[in-house]
């Protein structure tokens, strides 16, 4: 079945350094593909999307290229604030624009800053 | 703008005891919703899709048996039974139709504690 693996457990970074989370994914068809952001005592928020090959998705200073050779979509920002901690979930669908809410979770990564 | 508002949004479970969450849809353009369980590790999964009142599906997992009701347009419902571990259960919608159809858009969730 399809799966999403993304950079395990905990990443943590001083103020104004350079983001990066993995996401590498495994599907059938060609899926689109998600980011999702959780803060705490909240439900998960949607960050940006991808559909195709190459197409970047981007938000509040983050982005990802969809990447369908290498199949990942790994999430980047240049300069992180303490308003950036939080868990970071990447996603796919299996059925791109045909309106299934199926979608396939990673098992998310937890960005902090150090103090 | 609040898209879903779910209650209760947190709930003490007597092992054994059943427990009703409900969902309600503030915004039309996103008729298509679903439920998904995070559970203790924080992985996202998806239970159920269901589109038109009437729908009704049951599912058991590992953990919990589910049983899922689309009531209208505007509700959904979902049972909780046999609950061994706490997780917390989250309402969505998506537009279902369009390029975008499948983007998930979160409530704030309920939270179930097993006592």
């Known amino acids: 079945g399809d799966s999403v693996t993304q950079t395990e457990g905990q990443v943590a970074l001083s103020e104004e350094d350079f983001l990066t989370i993995h996401c590498n994914y495994s599907?059938?068809?060609?899926?689109?593909l998600f980011w999702y952001v959780q803060y705490p005592g909240e439900g998960p928020q949607f960050l940006f999307r991808?559909?195709?090959?190459?197409e970047k998705g981007s938000s509040r200073g983050f982005e990802a290229t969809y990447n369908k050779e290498a199949t990942s979509f790994h999430l980047q920002k240049a300069s992180v604030q303490e308003s950036d901690s939080a868990v970071y979930y990447c996603?796919?669908?299996?059925?791109?624009?045909?309106?299934?809410?199926?979608?396939?979770f990673g098992k998310g990564t937890k960005f902090s800053l150090i103090p | 703008v609040t898209l879903l508002e779910q209650n209760p949004r947190w709930r003490l479970v007597p092992r054994g005891q059943a427990v009703n969450l409900r969902c309600i849809l503030k915004n039309s353009q996103y008729p298509w919703m679903s439920w998904y369980q995070q559970d203790l590790q924080k992985q996202l999964q998806w239970l159920f899709t269901?589109?038109?009142?009437?729908?009704?599906?049951v599912k058991s997992l590992p953990g919990a048996d589910y049983l899922a009701t689309r009531v209208t347009d505007t509700e959904l419902r979902l049972q909780v039974a046999n609950m061994s571990q706490g997780r917390t259960l989250y309402c969505t919608c998506s537009p279902g139709t369009g390029g975008a159809g499948n983007t998930l858009y979160f409530g704030e969730g309920s939270r179930l504690i097993v006592v």
């Open positions: 996603a796919l669908s299996d059925l791109p624009g045909t309106g299934s809410n199926r979608l396939t």
């Open positions: 269901l589109r038109s009142p009437g729908d009704k599906e």
């Open positions: 599907a059938s068809g060609y899926p689109a």
């Open positions: 991808a559909s195709r090959d190459k």
